[in-house]
């Protein structure tokens, strides 16, 4: 809702997080609530600062959710869809469930996708192969290896590394930003 948007107004990011529904977030009693009221107010509001919603998405029902969203004309084309997989209890990351939730997304869709620890590499393969883009950072992922902590710098270096490996090539930030439909930098 509206009360987890007063550092979009204040600092009017290129870009910000829309997580698109309600989570039972690990074990235990921990659960992240975005209703549907909650994310159409939010989504209006971010259309109305001019600010690009990264949609992030945990499961198949909140894509769902988020393409209604795009119906009802409250997300701007290009939409951004973030396919978080391997959150408990969300999405598994499973090559399987990221393919049906490819299927799900709407025509010409920007997207990417990433799981959670040891499976963030195989997962930039993954993303890249079914045609979408990657993410990695230690906020998914702490190690480069069993006990090899990481920085940011270096999972990133990995990713391109990896990208490149496999055939694909990195996007500029300019065509990045071009990808994402903001704005050019100044």
Request: hydrophobic share 40%.
């Amino acid at each position: 809702g509206l009360e987890r948007l007063p550092h979009v107004e204040d600092l009017l990011p290129d870009i910000c997080t829309l997580d698109c529904g309600s989570l039972n977030f690990g074990d235990g009693s921990n659960l992240y609530v975005s209703t549907p009221d909650m994310l159409r107010a939010g989504a209006r509001r971010i259309q109305e600062l001019g600010v690009r919603p990264e949609l992030e998405i945990f499961d198949t029902g909140q894509l769902w959710f988020a393409k209604q969203l795009l119906a009802e004309g409250l997300l701007d084309d290009p939409t951004v869809f973030q396919l978080c997989m391997g959150i408990p209890w969300g999405a598994p990351a499973d090559p399987g469930v990221l393919q049906s939730m490819v299927n799900m997304l709407p025509e010409g869709a920007r997207w990417a996708s990433f799981a959670l620890g040891r499976m963030q590499m195989p997962w930039v393969a993954q993303s890249i192969l079914l045609g979408g883009h990657v993410r990695v950072g230690l906020e998914d992922n702490l190690y480069l290896g069993k006990g090899n902590k990481a920085t940011n710098a270096q999972l990133v270096e990995r990713a391109v590394t990896l990208t490149e490996s496999i055939g694909a090539r990195v996007a500029t930030p300019d065509e990045a930003r071009a990808t994402l439909g903001l704005k050019p930098r100044k």
